[in-house]
Each structure stands twice: as structure tokens, then as C-alpha cells.
């Protein structure tokens, strides 16, 4: 029979038709889009943070330059100056310094207009900066915009002995919250204070541009990202499922009796193509690839094994059963002769004991494969087991002119083992068998029991044509042969030999069959005393 060539599966199936490709290219992609959308919400909510933060500052910096510009503007106006006649030095005489050091402030930010206030000890508003939009402003001791405005006392408190930040609604004078920042002014005799400046923004002007552009800049980053990204997991995907599908597809050809396919795993076509057996990972569907390779490497032989069984089977029953057949009809009819019927039904005989032979085995051989093989051990001679079995075959043996060695240390020394003595008059009959169909007319017949390390051995010999080194390794596999054309063996399933290993493993032994073509073929098993 010539060997199966093996084929790489055909590309029938697509992958963009598979739905495990399309399972697990859509989860993957499903938790990258999550993951970009926390990780952007989480980006926007530290850039708004951050945002606030130096909003804060940048009112608290604003604050204190005020607050250092009304100290200036006391040094050149007089140094006993009372508050009120310094805030309005600082609107009429010194306005133009003032409104620099304002607009100085509000170039700081190009989102955000900062609103400045100096407020007195009482929390009552002086000044701010929206009095710079009335045209002929008359100070009466309070700005005349916010003149029905105190600030709390706890935020003046805080306000009047230290910079402070933070967000609110000042006491009402803003209808909705906005970041603040204060500082104390040291305008007084000796560096007293004689009140605070307020510097405010609203909590969202400027913010949401701000965070438009970071999240469209974002936003065109992840599209990006998220296009390459998702063109490696569907690659990935690809290289993952693919195995998957080519196995698939050919786990339905083997279904219908087709062996011939193989997996191969992505990446090895260019190995291939140059004659070169690549290095590959030892990942895990690496193994499963391989491991299936194997399952149909193993089916396929099975299914040859299988097929010549069948025929081997069919053959030996119809052989036997056409013999019988023939003969009885012969003798039924009166073709045979009398005198020759006794003749015919010895053949006949031997045919039956024949298919008896191989009913046997194979019934043993489903009993093993069951594990419905249980053994009974009991102590006997295996000498005497040998002896009792050649002579069975004592016709055989003369009719060849074949001389049988060790007769006498058979009868002479008797080796005693523990084991089922039915099974192994079994393996012995089956080795004795083997022996006698194979050795060469006039050749030897050689056998040995003897006792070693505890275990008991058993060896039989044969001259003649000898094994192959090539079937040597095969002899103990169910249903082997070996060639036919250099084999006396025409008459056997391939069972006999695996029984016999399947046997003496049982009993905890082993068996080994060694030749020398044209020289002879030896088999021998030992088993636990």
C-alpha cells in the first residue's frame, strides 16, 4: 500500500467568516474603545484638575502683586496715609500704574478675565475693578457697584492674616460659585493691616475651551492608535483562530475517512518554501497543532492497520469456511469416496480448529482492549509448561526434520514462577507456534528456561530467514505482518504477538524479540518469580 502523501489543508475556510475570529476580534477591540474612554475620562479630569490648581495660583500671584503695588504706591504718596486716602490716591494720582499692573494680570490668561477687589477690615468692598469703567467714578469711601456687600467674617479673618484660596460665592456678591484668592495689605502704621485684595475667575470661563482643544488633540491621538491597534488585534486574532479553523475543517475530512491533511502553524510557509524546518515557540498551540498532526498521523495508520485487518480477517474466514464448505459437500454428495472421507475430515478438522485460532484471538484481543483480562496466579512449572507445549507440535517438527535443543534441561530442571497458567500457555504455545512455522527445514529449535535476579526467563529459538531490523520494532504491534513475500506466515491476522506482549506486561514481565537475518529470530520474556 503506498504511503499518504500529506497535504496542507486547502484555504476554504475564511476567517472573516469565522465567527471565533469575529468573537475575539470584537471583544478585544470592545476593551481597547473602553479602556481609551477611561483613560480619556481620566486624562480630562487631571487636566481639569490641574486646570483649577493653577487657575488658584495664578489668582493667588495676581493677589499679592496687587498687594505689593499698594505698598508702592504708599511710599510714594505719604507714609501715614489712612486707607481710604490711599485708595483714592491710588484711582486718581496713581490709576495709570495701577491699571498697567492690571492689565499686566489679565494678559496672563487669554481664556480667563481675573476681577480684582481690595476690601477693608469690615469686609466692605473699596475697589474693584469694574469701577474703572465709570466715567467720573467719586470715591465715597466704598465701590459704589458692590456697596451693599460684606464679606463674611471668617473668610476676612482668614483673608487678613495670611493668603488664602478657594471657591464660593464670597458671601453673596457673586451669584454663582467662583475660585478666589486673597491677600492681606500691609498699608497700615508699622506694616499693619488695613485690608485684604480679592482676586476672582469663574469656575468655568476659559476651562472649556481649554478642554475642547486638549480633547480634540486626545481624540485625534486614540483614532490613530486605535486603528493600528485594532489591525494588530485582528492580525493576532488571525494567527490565533487560524489553526483553529484549519483544524476544523480537517477534523470533518477525517470524518469521512481522509487522513491525508495536516495543520500548520501561521509562519512557517516561508520555512517551508526554502527547505529550512524553522524554530518555532514551544507555545501552548504550538503543542495542540503538533498534538493533532500526531492524532492523524496515528488515525491514519489506524485506519490502513484497520483496512488490512478486514481484509486479512476476510480472507482467513473465507479460506477456511470454503474449505469446509467443499468437503462436506463432497462427502454429502458422494464425490469423496468412502475410503477417503476420513482423510478430507481431518482437513477439515484442522480448518475448524483453525478458525477456532483465530475467533480466539480476536475475542482475547477485545477482552484486553475491554480490560476484562484478569488474571489468576497460581505456582507451577514453566519447564514442564515448555515441554508439554513443543509436543504439540511433535508432527510438525518431524515432518521438517527439525532437531529441537534443550529438551533435557527441561525435563531435567524444573523452574517454578507464580503467574495465570492458562495465559501463559498461551504466550508459550503462541511463541512455540511461530517457531515451528518459521524455521527452516532440517534447521534447530532452541529452548531455555532459567531463573535470575529474582525473575524467571524464557527464551525460544529458531534457525532460518530471521526477522527484519525493519520489523523487528513492529512484531508485537496488533494486526502487523511482516512481508509477505519472505514470510511462511500466511495463514495469520497479526493478533498472536500482541497478545503474547499484552500478556506477559500483565503479569508485570517483558518481552524482546531479537534476529540475524538469515541466521535465526529469538524471542524471550521474563516474569517475576
Avoid at 514453566?382 to 532437531?403: A, D, M, P, W
Wanted: glycine letters at 8%.
Amino acid at each position: 500500500m503506498k504511503p499518504e502523501r500529506k497535504k496542507h489543508i486547502p484555504r476554504r475556510t475564511h476567517f472573516l467568516k469565522s465567527g471565533l475570529f469575529r468573537r475575539y476580534a470584537i471583544t478585544f477591540s470592545a476593551l481597547l474603545v473602553v479602556s481609551f474612554i477611561v483613560l480619556g475620562a481620566a486624562f480630562i479630569v487631571t487636566i481639569a484638575r490641574f486646570w483649577s490648581d493653577e487657575k488658584l495660583a495664578q489668582l493667588g500671584e495676581n493677589a499679592r502683586r496687587i498687594a505689593d503695588n499698594a505698598q508702592t504706591v504708599q511710599q510714594h504718596v505719604t507714609s501715614n496715609a489712612d486707607f481710604e486716602t490711599l485708595v483714592l490716591y491710588m484711582m486718581n494720582e496713581t490709576a495709570a500704574a495701577l491699571n498697567t499692573g492690571l492689565d499686566n494680570i489679565d494678559d496672563t490668561d487669554v481664556y480667563v478675565r481675573t476681577d480684582l477687589f481690595i476690601v477693608n477690615t469690615q469686609g466692605k468692598v473699596v475697589y474693584c475693578t469694574d469701577m474703572s469703567q465709570i466715567t467720573t467714578p467719586r470715591f465715597v469711601g466704598q465701590c459704589p457697584i458692590h456697596q451693599s456687600v460684606t464679606l463674611p467674617a471668617d473668610i476676612m479673618e482668614a483673608a487678613l492674616t495670611q493668603s488664602e484660596q478657594g471657591e464660593g460665592t464670597l458671601g453673596g456678591m457673586f451669584d454663582e460659585h467662583r475660585y478666589y484668592a486673597s491677600s492681606p495689605l500691609y498699608t497700615g502704621e508699622g506694616g499693619a493691616v488695613n485690608g485684604a485684595v480679592f482676586a476672582t475667575a469663574p469656575l468655568t470661563q476659559g476651562l472649556r475651551p481649554y478642554i475642547q482643544e486638549v480633547t480634540l488633540r486626545f481624540f485625534v491621538a486614540v483614532l490613530v492608535s486605535l486603528c493600528f491597534v485594532i489591525f494588530v488585534v485582528a492580525f493576532l486574532s488571525y494567527r490565533l483562530t487560524k489553526p483553529l479553523l484549519e483544524m476544523q475543517t480537517a477534523a470533518s475530512r477525517y470524518a469521512v475517512g481522509d487522513f491525508s491533511i495536516r495543520v500548520y502553524y501561521p509562519g512557517r510557509k516561508g520555512a517551508k518554501k526554502h527547505g529550512k524546518k524553522r524554530k518555532k515557540s514551544r507555545d501552548e498551540l504550538v503543542a495542540l497543532v503538533e498534538s493533532f498532526n500526531n492524532m492523524a498521523q496515528d488515525l491514519s495508520v489506524l485506519e490502513q492497520t484497520r483496512r488490512s485487518f478486514v481484509a486479512n480477517v476476510s480472507h482467513e474466514l473465507k479460506t477456511p469456511m470454503t474449505t469446509i464448505g467443499g468437503f462436506i459437500d463432497g462427502i454429502l454428495d458422494g464425490t469423496i469416496p468412502t475410503s477417503r472421507q476420513e482423510h478430507y475430515l481431518g482437513i477439515v478438522s484442522g480448518e475448524v480448529k483453525r478458525l477456532s485460532r483465530l475467533v480466539t484471538g480476536m475475542l482475547n484481543m477485545s477482552r484486553i482492549e475491554a480490560g476484562e483480562l484478569h488474571m489468576k496466579p497460581k505456582p507451577f512449572d514453566i519447564s514442564s509448561l515448555v515441554l508439554q507445549t513443543l509436543l504439540n507440535f511433535e508432527r510438525l517438527i518431524e515432518q521438517k526434520g527439525v532437531s529441537v535443543e534443550g529438551i533435557e534441561q527441561l525435563s531435567e530442571k524444573p523452574v517454578s514462577v507464580s503467574a495465570d497458567r492458562d495465559m501463559m500457555s498461551q504466550v508459550v504455545y503462541n511463541l512455540c507456534d511461530n517457531a515451528v512455522k518459521f524455521v527452516n527445514g532440517g534447521g534447530t529449535i532452541g529452548v531455555r528456561t532459567w531463573e535470575e535476579d529474582g525473575r524467571v526467563c524464557v527464551a525460544i529459538r529458531n534457525s532460518g530467514t530471521g526477522i527484519g531490523q525493519n520489523d523487528l520494532s513492529n512484531v508485537f504491534e496488533r494486526f502487523y505482518k511482516v512481508d509477505q513475500s519472505r514470510s511462511y506466515d500466511t495463514k495469520s491476522a497479526g493478533l498472536g504477538l500482541y497478545i503474547v506482549k499484552t500478556i506477559v506486561e500483565l503479569h508485570g514481565g517483558k518481552i524482546a524479540a531479537t534476529s540475524v537475518e538469515d541466521q535465526y529470530a529469538e524471542f524471550s520474556f521474563w516474569l517475576p518469580k
